[in-house]
């Protein structure tokens, strides 16, 4: 069924012209029809529109434009309810946008569309992405394909479901403390977050600004490497964003490991890491010895704070970033007797539980007198963080965790205890106060029931291309991307 293809096995069978992009849109389409119901990975799509985008690239691939510039043809990409597409609807998950529609297309967007994708539907997230397993959306919480009952991990858990029950060819995430990477780990497929300022954030609602990166789910390593490529590069319209080579990403994919030096962080493989998580990261981690990577254990010493930074950090920015919401420009408003009571009565109505008490604790980590002792001491720590990184790149090429230390959890197991579900952030969260890319693909599954397990490997600033070419080697000697859940 062509809505199960990869984007190397689509765009090659549509250079073949056995199949159209039509055809692959109607298949994801009918997929979306089956199983959408059950998994509620999209908020909402415009079928009529994704099949006119199809048209349109039938239409160039039959004048021969499927070349180089245009690597992902006909390819029907679904998109996070966070991103920019002009035209289509924007919540964020929230009620608060009320029936906003963009008015212009994301940076990343744009790219993929001059790729030639076929962008589509508003997948489901936690409202303003805050949050770890889509249940903070105000639209519904989406299940975890391979058992819905459980959690699809989030905030991107729409993007990761949607991927995993092959109702899209790839989608769109983003990734502030681990959210492309957790759910793809939960979801059994493979996630990048880059490097911050490999791709522009223009046209992405910010939650936490410096450290906000958009990035690809996908089916398998080589799609991960190619969307990248499509997405990366300097951008006059966000002063983030930095002007770094943007390499052939799939030509690092050869194979050979051999000699990589990869860091094995001893501060994460402790407490509350589920023991059968813990055997597939190990059996992971033989496997790339078997392939000729070296293990070298390191040390992350302030891994212990980078919850507690991130939660201030995090927080602190959201809580003015999402200012902006205040029903006067757009929001659904609801009047007041005065600006203010207009404020509060929108704001009140229109956030969720998790956005407020998000606002809350930012706005009193930045307040006078208590500034110093959590926002610049956070920031001070975050640097600490940091260099705990660099440090340990001076003796490895990219480094191996766990994504997650449990598999899928139960939906309302966590929802009541905040703190529960700030920790199952823990192995995520580091990589985004340092800034370093990180991606996290299947490497195996628990037993009963049958959940996938993530393996997450950090790079380098800017060594997007060894972690890539670390996972596919390794992708490419085991089963795991080939397995789908039973939906
Ligand atoms: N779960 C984390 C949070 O709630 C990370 C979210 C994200 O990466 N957007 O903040």
């Given at each position: 069924m062509l809505n199960q293809l990869t984007i190397s096995e689509l765009t090659a069978r549509l250079a073949r012209r056995e199949v159209s992009a039509r055809e692959a849109t109607q298949a994801c389409l009918d997929r979306i029809a089956a199983v959408d119901g059950r998994?509620?990975?999209?908020i909402s799509h415009d079928a009529a529109d994704a099949l006119a985008q199809a048209d349109a690239a039938d239409k160039l691939i039959a004048q021969g434009g499927n070349g180089a510039s245009r690597p992902l043809l006909g390819v029907p990409i679904a998109i996070k309810d966070v991103l920019c597409v002009k035209n289509q609807p924007l919540n964020c998950a929230s009620k608060i946008l009320g029936k906003f529609i963009s008015p212009y297309d994301a940076t990343a967007i744009e790219k993929l569309k001059a790729a030639g994708a076929i962008v589509f539907g508003r997948l489901n997230m936690d409202e303003f992405a805050m949050g770890s397993s889509t249940e903070n959306s105000a639209f519904g919480t989406t299940k975890n394909p391979w058992d819905l009952s459980r959690i699809p991990g989030g905030s991107s858990g729409g993007s990761a479901a949607a991927v995993a029950a092959d109702e899209a060819i790839a989608s769109l995430g983003t990734d502030t403390g681990g959210s492309i990477r957790q759910p793809a780990a939960l979801c059994g497929c493979v996630g990048l977050k880059p490097t911050?300022?490999?791709?522009?954030?223009?046209?992405l609602v910010a939650f936490a600004s410096s450290l906000d990166q958009i990035g690809p789910f996908t089916k398998d390593v080589r799609d991960s490497a190619t969307m990248l490529g499509v997405m990366s590069g300097v951008d006059p319209r966000d002063s983030t964003s930095v002007p770094q080579r943007v390499p052939d990403y799939t030509a690092a994919l050869d194979g050979n490991i051999k000699g990589l030096k990869l860091g094995l962080p001893k501060e994460y493989m402790i407490g509350g890491l589920d023991p059968e998580v813990k055997a597939a990261v190990d059996a992971a981690v033989k496997q790339l010895e078997k392939l000729g990577a070296e293990i070298v254990e390191i040390s992350l010493p302030h891994t212990d704070h980078a919850v507690a930074v991130y939660y201030i950090i995090a927080t602190a920015e959201c809580s003015a970033n999402l200012a902006r919401f205040d029903g006067i420009r757009y929001c659904a408003r609801v009047d007041g007797a005065d600006p203010i009571e207009l404020y509060s009565k929108t704001r009140g109505a229109g956030f969720g539980p998790e956005v407020k008490r998000r606002i809350i604790l930012g706005t009193y980590v930045l307040s006078s007198g208590y500034y110093d002792a959590y926002y610049l001491r956070a920031q001070k720590v975050r640097t600490l963080i940091r260099n705990d990184f660099l440090k340990a790149y001076e003796k490895v090429d990219a480094i191996v965790t766990p994504?997650?230390?449990?598999?899928a959890f139960k939906i309302g197991e966590k929802s009541d205890d905040p703190l529960q579900m700030y920790l199952s952030d823990i192995f995520t969260i580091s990589c985004n106060l340092a800034g370093i890319p990180g991606l996290s693909l299947p490497c195996g599954f628990t037993k009963n029931p049958k959940l996938p397990i993530g393996l997450q490997l950090l790079g380098k600033p800017f060594g997007e291309e060894a972690i890539l070419k670390i996972a596919h080697a390794y992708e490419q000697s085991t089963p795991w991307h080939k397995e789908k859940p039973a939906l």
């Open positions: 998994v509620h990975a999209f911050y300022g490999r791709i522009s954030r223009y046209g994504t997650t230390p449990t598999a």
